[in-house]
């Protein structure tokens, strides 16, 4: 188990250097999972239109408790090439919040938790 939690953790970092993109910053530092609809509402209440509607999906999934949903629409949005770079770094910190989420649930024997780690694994 061990081994699969350092694999995981591994990604989590891989993940988080992604989100950042190259350079001289370091990644984002996780927020509390609580924090992110704030945070999101911040960064995004100037977006475009398309953009907000990610932002908007992302809060939506994490308000009906749906991790993976959030954690997938999080890295879609990071991945945004008209992003600026506030909005980058809160969506960056946001998943990094929410996989550090499921990482715990899945530590703490959540079966859909695991189940997601690996297809993420499996789709890498």
Request: charged residues 25%; hydrophobic residues 50%; contains cysteine.
């Amino acid at each position: 188990m061990k081994i699969r939690l350092s694999a995981a953790f591994a990604a989590t970092l891989v993940s988080a250097l992604l989100l950042t993109g190259c350079g001289d910053k370091p990644a984002p530092e996780p927020i509390s999972t609580a924090e992110v609809p704030k945070t999101l509402d911040a960064a995004f209440n100037s977006a475009s239109a398309e953009t907000k509607a990610a932002a908007a999906a992302a809060k939506e999934a994490l308000q009906k408790d749906e991790q993976s949903l959030a954690l997938e629409a999080l890295e879609a949005l990071a991945r945004k090439s008209d992003l600026t770079p506030e909005q980058r770094d809160a969506a960056g910190k946001a998943a990094l919040s929410v996989r550090a989420g499921i990482l715990d649930a899945a530590n703490k024997g959540d079966a859909a938790a695991k189940a997601f780690i690996e297809e993420q694994r499996a789709r890498k």
